[in-house]
């Protein structure tokens, strides 16, 4: 299995880059969808673009002939018309554990820049729900986000994070 986030996200990237980069409406999301499927029938991708963010979740049952960091790269670079060495240097990429473990940071809003807030979980979800509806999902992708919603869920019930 082979799960894979590559994420423009406030932490490395200014605004105007992440601006740049984003899929900010449902006709570009959707386009990039179709586009994505066309070079990448086989792999699951979420995109979750929002002001602070722009991340590519993408999962390949195939461990060595999955999705790489400049597949992903490539696509975003070709689509939004943007030299790839404007971008690569402000993204992060993690693979495997790490990348499932950054989603879940950024569901339970531990990857905010205002930690607890709770508008990204919200974000999450609609980014999971738009993948869905553009059947770019698959087992590996539900089963992680399914997941990382339940987890939002219970640190928001369970802890005071939300509460400052």
Known sequence: MNVLVVSCNHHKAGVQLRERLAFSNAELLNSAYSQWRTIHP???????STCNRVEIYAADE???DGV???DITRFISQFHNVPPDEFVNSVLAHSGTAAV???FEV???????????????????EAYRVAQENEAC????NVLFQHALKVSAQVRTETGLADG
């Open 42 to 48: 086989d792999s699951e991708i979420v995109v979750l």
């Open 62 to 64: 195939r461990s060595n």
């Open 68 to 70: 790489s960091f400049d």
């Open 101 to 103: 473990e950054h989603l």
């Open 107 to 125: 569901a339970c809003s531990i990857d905010s820049m205002v930690l607890g807030e709770p508008q990204i979980v919200n974000q999450v979800k």
């Open 138 to 141: 698959g087992p590996l992708t």
